[in-house]
């Protein structure tokens, strides 16, 4: 090799070890034929047969390295086989699920053949492009949100599929899945996950139907440590509940203990056959789970977390409790002073204050409707609330909707409001239709399983042998009457469901204020935020493989809008806050621990940075905000 090509490959191999800090190598792979196949480009033809041209390859034969992003060009990154084999499986099974049940998927979505067909055509280009590592291709649909998407694709340091990070390709992927379903007129609330999703809730009703009737004795006022104690109980419940993931499980369907069942009932049962009750001498019972995986929560803040939830809790009922009676003060203190004008899009009842008042039936003045200021200036929130970034439907959403309960009923918090995911994501997320779907399957389940209890010991020689236990029967009764209780606290605003674009982007949080500062706002009203799972996990942490000891503040980098609890089961190769020697150790049990879901955390900051007169004008007012009566802010 002459000097001068052994300093173009050097150049070309530093260059691409240098870039490995956010993104390692070019990436500018064209050929359609095979990503890791050089033999067709340009630099092997002019080379030539006698010389051996290394070409630097993007792809190293590595882990993540330490305080690297995680992506797809580490081959021995959870990243890499995900990429490679995970995601195209994923959208493998879409497509046989439209092939095998495109009947039915039309007669639900109004879709016409071709219109499934060119949906099944998009995924099966889509499928492609993943795996030969194709450039990404920018969104064709004309909305505000597609538009942005584009930019931060025009943006991306990187913008092929294994060189990219791999949290920015995966959310990509999932967008594109959308876009897929939004380009045909009939399949625009088509969801190609949804079969899989409502399998899994039925697989999991028996333990739903267990945690059900424990919770109900939960939910009673308690005094402090009980409280405490049933707080913690619901958030490893949460914890276990996120080993339910069907990504995954590409799809499969899992039960708590990780097993893959089968879904669907034995070939040949009769309609009959199905309703009648089980019989079986095993309960998949969650609470045991708790004290059985008590080894397997490497950090476990729940008491911590608690503790200053709760502080903060009382801190913020104060702050509320003592604004309210200084505006009572000031209303009596001020008679009949003239009001200032409505805000703009005030509802008729604020306009009528605004001529005066209104006038109640005996002539007296009416009681006022509460004013509820804007929430840009706001800096006490108008209500004690919980937040709970949601990760999967299913049993885990069930789990959420527990601890929330739980939360409203012992008058911990007002309000708990529920983020979750506007579109399709990652197989098993909760969108608002899933968020529906659960309320109303919990409200109708019928389930009755029968349960023989263990016999009793022989009774001792002349000692009178005891009656055999009656048989244990788990039943749906608790379940409908939880759902019910959750469907009145949707309606009358105790459950408020949100999903802001941002949960969709390819973002991690770090970023949020400069992406989405209303939503960052938005999360400094809450008194914590719950943030369930691995994807989010992922995200709290920038996506970096950080060095596990360090800290989870420190591994924030700076997300701070409220004090953050995150519970999450170890499916992807970074975590923080582990005691030293413990990451090493694992290691040595099982190369693969941290792609499992048999590990947990529970993980907590209490830092948040204060609520202040926001740095911008609310979205829906901008400069028009007159700082009065804001009728369309309820979820603040
Ligand atoms: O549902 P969760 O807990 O966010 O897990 C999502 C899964 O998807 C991933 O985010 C990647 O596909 C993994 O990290 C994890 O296996």
């Known amino acids: 090799m002459s000097k001068n090509e052994l300093s173009k490959k050097n150049s070309k191999s530093s260059q691409a070890l240098k870039s490995s800090k956010t993104s390692i190598g070019s990436g500018n792979q064209t050929n359609t034929k095979s990503w890791e196949d050089d ?32 992506q797809g060009t580490f081959k021995k990154s959870f990243a890499y086989y995900s990429l490679k084999e995970r995601m195209p499986r994923i959208l493998t099974k879409v497509i046989d699920y439209c092939s095998r049940e495109g009947a039915k998927i039309k007669t639900k979505s109004g879709a016409s053949d071709e219109e499934l067909r060119n949906f099944i055509q998009y995924v099966t280009k889509l499928k492609n492009d993943l795996m030969t590592n194709k450039k990404y291709s920018k969104l064709k649909v004309d909305t505000p949100e597609a538009k942005r998407w584009n930019e931060w694709i025009e943006q991306a340091e990187n913008s092929y599929y294994f060189t990219n990070t791999w949290v920015f390709t995966e959310c990509y992927v999932y967008r594109r899945l959308r876009e897929g379903c939004e380009l045909q007129k009939g399949l625009q609330n088509f969801d190609p996950f949804d079969e899989q999703k409502e399998k899994a809730f039925e697989n999991s009703i028996e333990p739903m139907c267990v945690v059900a009737e424990k919770v109900l004795t939960m939910l009673p006022q308690s005094e402090k440590d009980k409280r405490k104690a049933d707080f913690i109980t619901l958030l490893k419940i949460c914890l276990w509940a996120n080993k339910c993931d069907l990504s995954l499980s590409v799809g499969e369907q899992v039960n708590l203990q990780g097993v893959v069942e089968a879904a669907t009932p034995a070939e040949g049962a009769t309609a009959a056959e199905a309703q009648t009750p089980v019989v079986q001498n095993t309960i998949l019972d969650p609470f045991q789970m708790i004290t059985d995986f008590k080894d397997k929560i490497l950090v476990d803040d729940s008491s911590k977390a608690v503790d200053q939830v709760i502080a903060k809790i009382e801190a913020i009922a104060k702050a509320i409790e003592g604004e309210a009676n200084l505006s009572a003060s000031k209303a009596a203190l001020t008679p009949a002073a003239p009001t200032a004008p409505a805000a703009p899009a005030a509802p008729a009842a604020a306009a009528a204050e605004g ?31 919980f937040d709970i970034v949601c990760d999967n439907a299913g049993y885990e959403l069930f789990a959420d909707l527990c601890l929330a309960h739980f939360l409203v009923a012992q008058k911990i918090v007002q309000k708990v409001r529920f983020h979750v995911k506007k579109i399709p994501w990652f197989v098993s997320d909760v969108t608002p239709q899933d968020f529906k779907y659960t309320i109303y399957q919990c409200r109708s389940v019928n389930f009755k399983k029968e349960v023989p209890q263990e016999p009793p010991k022989t009774a001792a020689e002349g000692e009178a042998a005891a009656a055999p236990p009656p048989t244990r029967v788990i039943g749906s009764d608790s379940l409908r009457t939880l759902g019910d209780q959750w469907q009145a606290f949707l309606d009358d605003g105790t459950f408020i469901v949100l999903c802001d674009d941002f949960w969709t982007s390819p973002h991690t949080y770090k970023d949020m204020k400069k992406y989405d500062y209303n939503l960052y706002r938005k999360l400094q009203f809450a008194a914590a935020v719950l943030f369930k799972g691995d994807l989010n996990y992922r995200k709290l942490l920038g996506e970096r493989n950080c060095n596990p000891v360090l800290g989870f503040e420190p591994a924030l980098q700076g997300f701070i809008p409220a004090p953050i609890i995150a519970v999450r089961t170890v499916k992807a190769d970074l975590i923080c806050g582990l005691p030293k020697g413990r990451y090493e150790q694992l290691m040595k049990l099982d190369e693969q621990w941290m792609q499992k879901g048999d590990y947990g955390v529970i993980q907590f900051c209490g830092k948040a940075e204060p609520l202040k007169v926001a740095e911008k004008p609310c979205l829906d007012y901008g400069e028009e905000c007159r700082g009065l009566g804001c009728p369309v802010h309820k979820d603040l």
């Open 39 to 70: 033999s067709q480009t340009p630099d092997f033809i002019y080379g030539g047969p006698f010389i051996k041209l290394e070409k630097p390859s993007p792809f190293l034969d590595t882990a993540t390295p330490i305080n690297l992003q995680l």
């Open 355 to 385: 001529a005066g008042g209104a006038v109640g039936a005996e002539g007296a003045p009416a009681e006022e409707p509460p004013k509820i200021p804007c929430p840009a200036k706001m800096v006490i929130p108008q209500f004690v609330m």
